[in-house]
């Protein structure tokens, strides 16, 4: 706006110069205009990357959804309540019935055989989940230093100024005695006068304005959290948690009243007061159990398919296998080994481990207790499934002898 104030006070300045450099400040009819909005940065985005510094607002995190990470949500008054999968803050549920012999009731230091098993009138009321146990992610914001439009250009004269060996500059002797221009077109132009400095390109003003280039781009930034003041974050911006610090929340998938565990995994929750355990008895007898001959193949224990159950391991994340072994060792390398299948099946084949590893027992011992470590349930196990004992690397000759074969699983 300076330049034509000065071309309308001195119009008998004018005349002085050529008509050829004259009709050059043509160039500059929409300059003033874009010196006045230099300041305004354009609207541009920034790569995760470029947040480097500060503590994201919590409002800034999106949920999470079937398909990408999101924000753990405002807990409110803390009551020892889980996240579940469908983003809300939920009491723990006691898990599934036990099936099987389970925990009875205990009366006198001894269990009582013909009582139920234990039920929720057996927890102590005062029982609960510290929250000093839970392992929260929960980030604070400071609003100190938010980002406005001011923050880093200011409204001063002097954050306009512009720079260059050809740049117009307020007090410029060129700007003297200058006129309104008339309209002209892109003949009119001059390599030669840009180069003699008579005018500035709009890429030479754009480029000393803020660092922008000549096509108007804005210059990378990096952007500390607390500058983030609008808006909803991509979830895929959000890193995985970790042992050391805070993450977004991982993809819900579809809503299955699963919690999050502290693996950073979507499971069931177990049952309160240190979670939930099933004892499930696969095989007893009154005399001793006897593998005949038992073969090298892989076989159902005692080679039948009628010790086969139907388990709903829904609540429970661990397994191990537990067998009274008696007189008459197995072969070398022989052992039991426990396996599931979705549905059922007649054919050994057809089963997996039910473990991430394998659950088994070695059997060439005599009069021992056995019992395999506890093993992680696989991802198909950890539902309605059907379980079995199979016997594997017998010679064909050895008829080893077993009491009490059971399963023990947790939550």
């Given at each position: ?30 300059l ?10 354009r609207?541009?985005?920034h ?10 607002d ?40 036990p ?18 098993l ?12 510290a ?19 001011n ?19 307020e ?239 947790r939550?």
């Amino acid at each position: 706006m300076s330049l034509l104030l000065i071309m309308v006070s001195y119009p008998s300045q004018w005349a002085r110069y050529p008509e050829s450099i004259r009709k050059k400040f043509c160039d500059m009819t929409g300059l003033t205009g874009q010196m006045a909005t230099a300041q305004v940065p354009r609207a541009h985005t920034h790569p995760a990357g470029s947040i480097t510094s500060g503590v994201l607002d919590g409002d800034r995190l999106p949920a999470p959804s079937e398909t990408k990470r999101g924000g753990v949500p405002a807990i409110g008054t803390p009551g020892g309540k889980f996240l579940r999968d469908d983003n809300t803050w939920q009491s723990v549920g006691g898990g599934s019935t036990p099936s099987g012999t389970g925990f009875r009731h205990v009366t006198d230091s001894n269990e009582d055989p013909g009582a139920k098993l234990v039920g929720n009138a057996d927890v102590d009321g005062e029982a609960a989940i510290a929250e000093s146990k839970l392992n929260l992610n929960f980030p604070t914001h400071n609003n100190d230093g938010d980002h406005t439009q001011n923050t880093d250009t200011g409204t001063a004269a002097a954050n306009f100024s512009i720079s260059g060996a050809n740049a117009i500059k307020e007090g410029d002797g060129r700007l003297a005695d200058a006129r309104i221009p008339t309209v002209h077109g892109s003949d009119k132009h001059s390599v030669e006068y840009e180069a003699a400095g008579v005018v500035a390109t709009h890429a030479a003003v754009t480029a000393s304005v803020h660092g922008f280039d000549g096509d108007g781009n804005a210059p990378p930034q990096d952007h500390s959290a607390a500058k983030i003041t609008s808006g909803t974050l991509d979830g895929d911006r959000l890193p995985s948690v970790s042992a050391t610090k805070r993450g977004g929340v991982p993809p819900t998938g579809s809503p299955a009243g699963l919690f999050l565990k502290d693996d950073g995994t979507w499971a069931a929750a177990g049952g309160g007061g240190g979670g939930s355990h099933m004892f499930v008895q696969m095989l007893s007898d009154e005399t001793t159990v006897v593998l005949t001959n038992q073969a090298a193949a892989e076989q159902f224990i005692l080679n039948t398919y009628r010790y086969n159950v139907r388990i709903d391991l829904g609540s429970f994340s661990d397994v191990r296998l537990m067998v009274n072994k008696a007189a008459t060792a197995g072969y070398a390398g022989a052992k039991l080994m426990v396996k599931y299948s979705p549905t059922w099946s007649t054919v050994v084949g057809n089963y997996s481990d039910i473990g991430t590893s394998e659950v088994s027992v070695g059997i060439a011992v005599t009069n021992t207790l056995l019992s395999s470590a506890w093993i992680p349930l696989a991802a198909g196990a950890k539902g309605d499934v059907i379980v079995c004992i199979t016997q594997v690397g017998g010679n064909g000759t050895l008829d080893p002898a077993f009491g009490s074969i059971a399963l023990e699983f947790r939550g």
